[in-house]
């Protein structure tokens, strides 16, 4: 199955799987994959990584520790980065010249269903 376990949610007639959605997050800041999945903590990196574990948190019905197990990382911090890009996106703030998470999700992803 690649770098990820299969993890998928029907919603409708979509399916989103973590890991098209972390391969398409890195694609949008032109990181790796790999670099996501790594244990690195430069600025871009961290933003990017809190941003997949945004939409993934949205976009699936993955819990915090489902998405930490597939990062290798504590709960806690996958609901720390969560957290930080929805407060980054409720205050529509530009981070290090790339949009919040508001434009991936339409451009990439598409429409979030609320």
Do not use: C
């Not at 032109?30 to 600025?43: F, I």
């Not at 980065?81 to 990439?108: C, D, S, W």
């Amino acid at each position: 199955m690649g770098l990820f376990k299969e993890r998928t949610l029907n919603l409708g007639k979509d399916i989103y799987h973590a890991g098209d959605i972390t391969m398409e997050t890195a694609r949008f800041f032109d990181l790796k994959t790999l670099d996501l999945l790594s244990r690195r903590r430069t600025v871009a990196i961290s933003y990017a990584r809190h941003v997949a574990w945004y939409l993934i948190r949205e976009r699936t019905l993955l819990s915090y520790p489902q998405i930490a197990d597939l990062f290798d990382r504590d709960p806690s911090s996958v609901m720390y980065g969560v957290n930080r890009i929805q407060k980054l996106r409720t205050e529509a703030i530009l981070l290090i010249g790339h949009f919040y998470p508001t434009e991936l999700i339409g451009n990439v992803l598409g429409p979030v269903q609320s």
